[in-house]
């Protein structure tokens, strides 16, 4: 258990000392108001006593909106005052009291469909960091599956500390909002799910690559297929298919101009060939004079999608290994303006397969489960598990659940809408009919 800086929680009668001292002020709250009370009796007779509590009590609700403005409302004070005694306690348990038993203030808590937001402003000195390694300890003192931690973006002595106690990702299939269309612009915003506060879990493509991780079943090929199924459906768009499975993607064959089996040469050669095209747009947009494709301008999206990435990036050939690592790379890094996304899954996203350089080029990193905290990390970013963003910490039986963590964002718990094979298969037919190949 770590401690703030220069605490002296190691001792467990201070501890004792400290809890205590939270009841003994309210004991000591109620004990001056009866004495304020005999004092006014004494001085007024019981009668003038009465008058001036009754008077207190008329000012109180003559100032009522004044008092709610700046203490909130009788119950949310009531609910805070009581949600203080918790966060205080569990912050001298969990050592979190420096001197002077200075500990992080809780100065807001927001309900949430998962459990409930502290927001705690820290002692000076200290920063949000200090409480990574103490999630596993306040979600024990919360009685919590799981509690995060995120600084404020504005001010860094604050905290956001997220307490979840349920899981609303767990039950239910979600249905694709957009199973019925006919078509659909990959200009706009793609619903994918729906994340733990309930409301939707979407991404937008445009200049954006995605990358999603996660073991063997955890429903990556199902959230591709979301995204490939809005790509279908936009017949401006060209695709590009790589499949290390063959069969992951073999129903939108009839929608993509391209299609690579699990064949690293010949995902080279497609590649390759993205890469001249990718030179061929910017020539394109320079003789147009613009810095990158936008809507209306003629210039259409071209998306490559590549199921089980760590396949092709993964060959024992090490020549072609450095060739698909950089063609890829150049893709991932210069397509976003010229038009071209990549989106690609992977079971094995570690440093080894996918190189560090490559995976943080992508804008949307969804980890899927886990095995391992690690592995988490290696798919949305270093630090993240410490926070208590941990796709380890998805039920395996949960399948679609996931983190999606968009481009200087906060990871977002969600749920894939499901796709079934007949799903596809019909969409992929509508697809194939607006773009004229039946
Ligand atoms: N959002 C979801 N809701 C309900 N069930 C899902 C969801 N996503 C996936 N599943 C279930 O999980 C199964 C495995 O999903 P999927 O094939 O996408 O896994 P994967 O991660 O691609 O696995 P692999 O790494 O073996 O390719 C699906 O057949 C489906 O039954
Ligand atoms: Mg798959």
Redesign the pocket.
């Known amino acids: 258990m770590t401690e703030l800086r220069h605490s002296n929680m190691k001792n467990p009668s201070l501890q004792l000392a400290l809890v205590s001292w939270g009841w003994g002020v309210d004991m000591l709250v109620g004990f001056w108001f009866i004495i304020a009370y005999q004092v006014l009796v004494h001085a007024f007779t019981a009668n003038g006593a009465r008058a001036i509590v009754i008077c207190a009590a008329g000012l109180v609700v003559v100032f009522k909106d004044q008092l709610i403005k700046r203490y909130g409302k009788p119950s949310q004070f009531l609910h805070l005052w009581s949600r203080r005694k918790a966060w205080n306690r569990a912050a001298v348990v969990c050592g979190l009291v420096g001197p002077f038993g200075w500990k992080p203030k809780l100065l807001k808590t927001i309900p949430t469909v998962f459990g409930e937001n502290l927001v705690v402003q820290l002692p000076g000195g200290n920063h949000p960091g200090e409480l990574e390694e103490l999630v596993d300890a306040l979600a024990s003192m919360f009685q919590a599956r799981e509690v995060r931690v995120v600084r404020d973006p504005s001010n860094a002595s604050l905290a956001h500390i997220s307490i979840v106690k349920r899981d609303p990702l767990k039950e239910g299939v979600f249905a694709w909002p957009f199973m019925e269309r006919q078509r659909c612009s990959l200009w706009d915003p793609i619903s994918l799910g729906m994340d733990e506060t309930g409301r939707a879990a979407s991404i937008s493509l445009p200049e954006r690559n995605v990358l999603i991780g996660g073991e063997p079943g955890a429903g990556?090929?199902v959230l591709l297929s979301i995204l490939v199924a809005t790509a279908a459906l936009d017949p401006e768009v060209k695709l590009t298919l790589m499949d290390g499975?063959l069969v992951?993607l073999a129903a939108w064959r009839g929608c993509a101009d391209r299609c690579v089996g699990p064949e690293a040469s010949e995902a080279i050669e497609v590649l390759g060939e993205l890469r001249k095209e990718m030179n061929h747009r910017y020539e394109r947009l320079l003789e147009l004079k613009k810095r990158k494709v936008e809507r209306g301008d003629g210039l259409s999206f071209h998306v490559v999608v590549v199921?089980?990435l760590a396949f092709y990036l993964g060959t024992s050939d090490r020549k072609m290994k450095t060739e698909m690592t950089e063609l890829l790379r150049d893709l991932v890094a210069r397509g976003r303006a010229a038009g071209i996304i990549v989106l690609a899954?992977t079971q094995k996203p570690s440093a080894d397969v996918i190189p560090t350089q490559i995976r943080d080029l992508f804008s949307f990193k969804v980890a899927m489960r886990c095995a391992t905290p690690q592995a988490s990390d290696t798919v949305l970013g270093q630090g993240w598990a410490a926070e208590g963003y941990s796709a380890a910490t998805i039920d395996p039986v949960a399948r679609g659940v996931g983190f999606l963590l968009a481009e200087g964002g906060v990871p977002v718990r969600f749920r894939s809408c499901h796709l079934t094979d007949e799903h596809i298969d019909a969409i992929a037919a509508r697809a194939q009919a607006i773009r004229g190949r039946t």
Do not use: L
């Open positions: 990556k090929s499975k992951e199921d089980e899954a």
